[in-house]
């Protein structure tokens, strides 16, 4: 059995396209996962759970003072990864869809269990996530769904350096503009048939991947229906992590650079286009 493939990602970022299309290939698994987390919780438990004894003298008559935290804690992973495997009929090609961060906090856990789990990472710049979040959630509120997104983007960036280059980072707009290149990456990280390959590239060219509007388009953060309080409410909780991910407030997406010039070059906009002035200002 070969170790599983686990898509992850904030919430509107592109998890269910690439969850759904890959699932038309050689992989099975259940639309949302949502069960990973578990690890983090079992993982943190027993470790709480230790740190109550740790001033505890070492005692032969003290059972916890006589067990290993370590071998706990294996054997618990070890239950979860018989429960998973089992729950997915022990299938060779096994990929899970879990957003949020709930399951990127399950990363170093899944790691421990399948050394060579594959990660993909679903990412979308925080405008467009939080717009889309309030069209299918309207009483959600900035202040709710900007966090969910600005922590996905900080804990991803500690998140890499773990996965020593084993994962594949797509980017939600390239799922619309790209959808060969996004089919090629997936091909060539999971080592998959060319006909695979084809099937992804229908399932991306045909899948409306906004679904809470006709289209898709990248946003300017001045023409959103948001009040100025909104729009500080973000710029307070996003701001940070809009930069760290290298993105701009205007429909060039990313900050200047190659990234941008071909995203602009996709969605038609002249490179030449300018930054405005509030938001190159941005912190």
């Known amino acids: 059995?070969?170790?599983?493939?686990?898509?992850?990602?904030?919430?509107?970022?592109?998890?269910?396209?690439?969850?759904?299309?890959?699932?038309?290939?050689?992989?099975?698994?259940?639309?949302?996962?949502?069960?990973?987390?578990?690890?983090?919780?079992?993982?943190?438990?027993?470790?709480?759970?230790?740190?109550?004894?740790?001033?505890?003298?070492?005692?032969?008559?003290?059972?916890?003072?006589?067990?290993?935290?370590?071998?706990?804690?294996?054997?618990?992973?070890?239950?979860?990864?018989?429960?998973?495997?089992?729950?997915?009929?022990?299938?060779?090609?096994?990929?899970?869809?879990?957003?949020?961060?709930?399951?990127?906090?399950?990363?170093?856990?899944?790691?421990?269990?399948?050394?060579?789990?594959?990660?993909?990472?679903?990412?979308?710049?925080?405008?467009?996530?939080?717009?889309?979040?309030?069209?299918?959630?309207?009483?959600?509120?900035?202040?709710?769904?900007?966090?969910?997104?600005?922590?996905?983007?900080?804990?991803?960036?500690?998140?890499?350096?773990?996965?020593a280059g084993n994962f594949l980072m797509i980017e939600h707009i390239e799922l619309t503009y790209s959808p060969d290149k996004v089919s090629r990456a997936l091909q060539e990280f999971l080592n998959l048939e060319p006909e695979e390959g084809a099937i992804l590239s229908a399932e991306f060219a045909d899948r409306r991947f906004e679904v809470t509007s006709e289209t898709y388009h990248p946003v300017d953060e001045a023409d959103l229906p948001w009040s100025p309080e909104d729009r500080e409410i973000f710029d307070q909780i996003c701001a940070k992590s809009m930069l760290a991910g290298g993105y701009s407030y205007d429909p060039g997406y990313f900050l200047p650079g190659p990234r941008r010039d071909e995203i602009m070059d996709l969605i038609g906009l002249p490179r030449s286009t300018k930054i405005s002035t509030e938001m190159s200002n941005k912190p």
């Not at 050689?26 to 949502?34: I, K, L, P, Q, W």
């Not at 990973?36 to 438990?45: F, H, K, R, Y």
Request: glycine share 6%; hydrophobic share 40%; proline share 4%.
């Open 1 to 163: 059995m070969a170790d599983p493939v686990f898509v992850l990602g904030a919430a509107r970022s592109g998890t269910s396209a690439v969850s759904q299309a890959l699932l038309k290939t050689r992989y099975t698994g259940f639309n949302e996962g949502h069960i990973i987390g578990l690890l983090t919780t079992i993982n943190d438990q027993i470790s709480s759970y230790f740190e109550r004894y740790k001033n505890v003298p070492d005692s032969k008559v003290i059972l916890v003072k006589n067990t290993s935290k370590s071998e706990v804690i294996f054997e618990y992973n070890q239950a979860f990864k018989k429960i998973f495997e089992n729950l997915h009929d022990n299938y060779e090609y096994i990929l899970d869809k879990t957003p949020t961060i709930i399951g990127l906090s399950a990363i170093p856990h899944l790691l421990d269990i399948w050394p060579d789990a594959k990660i993909i990472y679903c990412q979308r710049r925080g405008l467009e996530v939080v717009r889309s979040a309030l069209i299918k959630w309207p009483n959600a509120g900035i202040e709710n769904r900007g966090p969910a997104w600005a922590d996905m983007v900080e804990m991803w960036q500690n998140k890499m350096a773990d996965l």
